[in-house]
């Protein structure tokens, strides 16, 4: 089977933008960072209760590769066909292999000198409308995908989002605006569980200090592997790590 019929199978579409919630006109940056948000949810490590998320991550990976080849992109940017025997797709390679090396560490200083740039920020309150125009208007998908978003956050993102609407921005979704109280008590009472299952990790694991509170919000619901992310690290990778060429070669699969 196809990249294109693997894609339509696994994420319910055959458009290679689409998985990745970009446009066609999406920059070479955009499109790694989509690819690093995407990929993380779906990343065998993360996601241990889907049973397909290791075939997912490493379709992920051959999209990505497509993508980001001017050649292979121009031709199904024009045809809306990819090229199956292509050196990127007919060689075997270990696509998590692939990911660390596009995708190296940053420290814990570098995440926490973001978030004090990023919040308040001219560049937040594009990700927040353009996450907005996403999920038109679903709080519960716009909270879970903001970088650097607790639920103390939540009545900020809604103010930059009321703001758009009323500046004639954005397009009013009902989802938002007719947000029942229901739904907002439930997605309070989840945040304060993941927050009572948080502290309960950080007294299993003897964290007490400011960055083991980070270290042990990094690691959470996360396997016992070296290299581990969670969602606010991962969008800080997408953003602001060095892209790595990877290296050319058959590799054996993962």
Same mark, same amino acid.
């Given at each position: ?37 995407? *990929?993380? &949810? ?6 241990? #209760?889907?049973? @397909?998320?290791? !075939?997912?991550?490493? =379709? %992920? ?6 993508? *980001?080849? &001017? ?6 940017? #024009?045809?809306? @066909?990819?090229? !199956?025997?292509?050196? =990127? %797709? ?22 926490? !000198? ?141």
């Amino acid at each position: 089977m196809g990249l294109l019929e693997r894609c339509h199978e696994l994420f319910k579409t055959s458009n290679l933008y689409e998985v990745l919630a970009v446009n066609k006109e999406a920059t070479e940056a955009e499109i790694r960072r989509s690819y690093y948000k995407v *990929s993380l &949810k779906v990343h065998p490590d993360r996601a241990p #209760e889907d049973p @397909l998320a290791t !075939e997912k991550f490493q =379709v %992920l990976g051959k999209l990505y590769a497509v993508l *980001s080849d &001017k050649e292979q992109r121009a031709v199904y940017d #024009e045809q809306g @066909l990819v090229d !199956e025997e292509s050196d =990127v %797709l007919s060689q075997d390679h270990c696509w998590e292999d692939y990911w660390r090396l596009l995708f190296p560490k940053i420290t814990v200083k570098d995440i926490l !000198e973001f978030e004090t740039k990023y919040k308040g920020s001219e560049e937040e309150r594009k990700d927040v409308i353009q996450l907005y125009v996403q999920h038109q208007g679903n709080m519960d998908a716009i909270t879970a995908s903001t970088m650097c978003c607790s639920q103390e956050d939540e009545p900020r993102l809604c103010s930059i989002i009321q703001a758009a609407i009323q500046g004639g921005e954005v397009t009013s979704f009902p989802a938002f605006t007719q947000e029942t109280d229901e739904k907002k008590r439930a997605r309070r009472k989840r945040a304060a569980k993941e927050e009572e299952e948080a502290e309960e990790m950080k007294k299993e694991m003897g964290l007490g200090g400011e960055d083991d509170s980070l270290v042990m919000m990094l690691k959470k619901k996360q396997k016992s592997r070296e290299q581990n992310f969670n969602s606010f690290l991962s969008d800080m990778e997408a953003k602001y790590c060095k892209k790595s060429e990877p290296k050319k070669g058959k590799r054996g699969k993962k």
